[in-house]
């Protein structure tokens, strides 16, 4: 039998000549390594170990000491490749079901993609709002408050996160049918669906665990397991679809088995390596109080997450009307943008966490010098980004846009030239996004993110209407959005600084937290 696929396999290689015979026979060689001597399980605490003894990446890092800048950097660059690694992964995973499969397998997958995003915003937004708890726990010194935190945040998230799961199963064809899907399309993207939302509480777990890590410091173990995560999801993609024809069932089943094996990496690597993050029989306690900051800065994180979505959705719509070739370039350009300010992205999250365990630890001045660096650094890495874009936007465009559609990459280049120019707004919005998350003003997220994209949905739809702008609007709508937001955020900042970090408001603070001298 293994024969037979062996030859079927080569037989389709000569066919397709998508890839080298000895790519197949390595796979098959790897697969049957892992397959006779070590069991999935035993795999998984393998990597473990081995991740284990990787250069001290099994040590909480104390944010609260040590030069700030390295100490940022250090923090945030593992963040930086694991946002990079996953979408280079959805990139190829978007290659391989179009060329592989056929384009209404690529409408299918692309569609449900947009969904699945949606829900998984969900639950970043819960485990990004427990992790600042967790952050301004473990900078406070009270390891039991934080593994009560856990606990807690564990029982809430996770009952929300099976509701999601519960909810994709048992209304898949009603949101298909909202989202007016086509009928040829339909049945692909409902399979597809079904399959892929048994993940959903995969992804909780890895991205549970993975705040609750970062939360004290360790930034590197959870980008390992999303690189075992990704690369073994392309390579099963590989080898559902071309080997195994299985088609878009093949490439939801791929996804779904790298988060299985993501989730039960991470959840195995805390408990060999940090036992005291992991709550005990007197953590298991309902604590009013605790449940109220879980329930406080979990929720109006995922309000924040879902505005951001619901607002680039009505955008979308607003582009959509333009026409295919503005819709093309939109879709491409939005591409170069997810890598382009992805980096000043994670460095908000990671200065957020920063900023919460220090906020915990009670020490203002290394905030204010953290704020005045992390400030310098984003300005300066999104000046010289945005420079690279504008330069090279048409050749950027060309990367996903046949050279030969002059329209769509000139669309394409104005708006990267537009909007890219002025990567230094998002940059600085979203360290304020962190900040305030970090010293318990989590509302204050929300405030500006509303106002950024709800200026930005008004005026993309009042600069559209005018013939003499178009479509460039929408363009402009995007960084006046930003800096509206910003101006706002920076003026309540000074407000923070008179209210938290005076004589007097370090002394509430320290009542409020019950910070340890």
């Known amino acids: 039998m293994k024969r037979k696929i062996i030859a079927v396999s080569k037989h389709r290689y000569r066919s397709t000549r998508l890839h080298s015979q000895a790519f197949f026979i390595h796979l098959t060689h790897t697969i049957n390594i892992i397959?006779?001597?070590?069991?999935?399980?035993?795999?998984?605490?393998?990597?473990?170990?081995?991740?284990?003894?990787?250069?001290?990446?099994?040590?909480?890092?104390?944010?609260?000491?040590?030069?700030?800048?390295?100490?940022?950097?250090?923090?945030?660059?593992?963040?930086?490749?694991?946002?990079?690694?996953?979408?280079?992964?959805?990139?190829?995973?978007?290659?391989?079901?179009?060329?592989?499969?056929?384009?209404?397998?690529?409408?299918?997958?692309?569609?449900?993609?947009?969904?699945?995003?949606?829900?998984?915003?969900?639950?970043?937004?819960?485990s990004m709002g427990s992790g600042t708890v967790f952050s301004l726990k473990f900078g406070n010194g009270d390891l039991p408050a934080l593994r009560r935190s856990v606990f807690a945040s564990l029982i809430l998230t996770g009952a929300v996160t099976l509701a999601l799961n519960v909810a994709a199963y048992?209304?898949?064809?009603?949101?298909?049918?909202?989202?007016?899907?086509?009928?040829?399309?339909?049945?692909?993207?409902?399979?597809?669906?079904?399959?892929?939302?048994?993940?959903?509480?995969?992804?909780?777990?890895?991205?549970?665990?993975?705040?609750?890590?970062?939360?004290?410091?360790?930034?590197?173990?959870?980008?390992?397991?999303?690189?075992?995560?990704?690369?073994?999801?392309?390579?099963?993609?590989?080898?559902?679809?071309?080997?195994?024809?299985?088609?878009?069932?093949?490439?939801?089943?791929?996804?779904?088995?790298?988060?299985?094996?993501?989730?039960?990496?991470?959840?195995?690597?805390?408990?060999?390596?940090?036992?005291e993050l992991l709550p005990k029989a007197a953590d298991t306690t309902i604590n009013k109080d605790t449940i109220r900051e879980i329930v406080t800065f979990s929720s109006l994180t995922c309000v924040q997450q879902s505005v951001m979505n619901f607002g680039i959705l009505m955008v979308q719509g607003l582009v959509n009307s333009f026409g295919m070739a503005v819709m093309a370039a939109f879709a491409a350009a939005v591409k170069i943008d997810s890598f382009a300010y992805m980096p000043v992205q994670e460095f908000g999250n990671a200065f957020s966490t920063f900023i919460a365990q220090n906020f915990g630890a009670s020490k203002a001045g290394r905030i204010r010098r953290g704020v005045r660096r992390a400030l310098v650094m984003t300005i300066l890495f999104s000046i010289a980004v945005s420079a690279i874009v504008f330069i090279l936007a048409e050749p950027l465009m060309t990367i996903f846009v046949d050279p030969?559609?002059?329209?769509?990459?000139?669309?394409?280049?104005?708006?990267?030239?537009?909007?890219?120019?002025?990567?230094?707004?998002?940059?600085?919005?979203?360290?304020?996004?962190?900040?305030?998350?970090?010293i318990r003003m989590p509302a204050m997220s929300v405030v500006l993110t509303v106002l950024s994209l709800g200026l930005r949905v008004l005026l993309a739809y009042l600069l559209a209407a005018v013939p003499s702008i178009g479509v460039n609007g929408i363009w402009w709508s995007i960084p006046i959005g930003w800096f509206v937001a910003d101006s706002v955020g920076m003026l309540y900042y000074g407000h923070t600084l008179r209210k938290i970090y005076t004589p007097r408001g370090i002394q509430l603070h320290k009542m409020m937290t019950g910070h340890r001298a």
């Not at 040590?59 to 800048?69: A, F, M, P, R, V």
């Not at 559609?405 to 962190?434: C, H, N, S, V």
């Open 170 to 275: 048992l209304w898949t064809d009603d949101i298909l049918r909202l989202l007016s899907v086509p009928g040829d399309v339909y049945p692909l993207m409902r399979c597809y669906l079904i399959i892929i939302s048994s993940g959903i509480i995969l992804s909780f777990v890895y991205n549970f665990c993975a705040s609750l890590l970062r939360s004290v410091g360790n930034s590197r173990a959870p980008l390992w397991f999303l690189a075992v995560s990704v690369v073994l999801n392309v390579l099963l993609d590989l080898v559902f679809i071309l080997l195994l024809h299985q088609g878009v069932e093949g490439a939801a089943t791929a996804t779904v088995v790298s988060q299985a094996v993501a989730a039960a990496g991470i959840v195995t690597y805390i408990i060999k390596t940090h036992p």
């Open 404 to 438: 030969g559609q002059k329209e769509i990459i000139a669309i394409g280049a104005d708006y990267l030239r537009i909007e890219g120019a002025f990567y230094a707004g998002i940059g600085i919005l979203f360290l304020l996004y962190g900040y305030y998350r970090a």
């Open 35 to 126: 397959r006779s001597k070590l069991s999935c399980l035993r795999f998984i605490n393998y990597l473990c170990v081995s991740f284990q003894n990787t250069a001290q990446m099994n040590n909480c890092e104390d944010l609260t000491q040590g030069k700030i800048t390295a100490t940022l950097l250090q923090f945030t660059l593992p963040m930086i490749a694991g946002a990079m690694m996953q979408q280079c992964y959805n990139i190829a995973d978007t290659l391989i079901v179009g060329r592989l499969i056929g384009p209404e397998a690529l409408a299918a997958v692309g569609s449900a993609y947009t969904l699945m995003v949606f829900i998984t915003s969900i639950i970043l937004g819960l």
